[in-house]
């Protein structure tokens, strides 16, 4: 996938600095993109929140407990200057494997 985020690093408050496979790269604040309620509740505490890491077989970020983001609208934010709101309530799903993702078919076995 041509939008792959291949590398991320912990910035100041929530703000996360990514690197996608096509080079755009840039800062996103992460508390713009989800609440942090239901699955997402735990990275509310900056010590869960700092064990991102790029999963890249998914070609995303991701936390402990298999939790990840869909990169698409974060690449959005970068290379498009286009803002998608928060992730809708409803959007996140658990995959057999416990992934939360609102990507389609990304919870497909």
């Not at 041509?2 to 690093?9: A, F, G, H, K, Q």
């Not at 928060?86 to 919870?107: E, H, K, L, T």
Request: charge should be negative; glycine fraction near 12%; charged fraction near 25%.
């Amino acid at each position: 996938m041509p939008n792959d985020i291949v590398e991320v690093r912990v910035l100041g408050g929530y703000r996360l600095f990514l690197r996608f496979e096509d080079g755009v790269e840039g800062e996103v604040d992460i508390a713009e993109v989800i609440p942090f309620e239901g699955v997402f509740a735990r990275l509310r505490e900056r010590t869960e929140f700092q064990k991102v890491f790029v999963d890249p077989e998914w070609g995303t970020i991701c936390w402990p407990g298999n939790l990840d983001l869909a990169p698409e609208p974060l690449y959005e934010r970068l290379a498009l200057g286009h803002v998608p709101g928060p992730y809708p309530a409803g959007s996140v799903q658990s995959s057999p494997a416990g992934v939360a993702d609102s990507r389609p078919g990304r919870d497909e076995g």
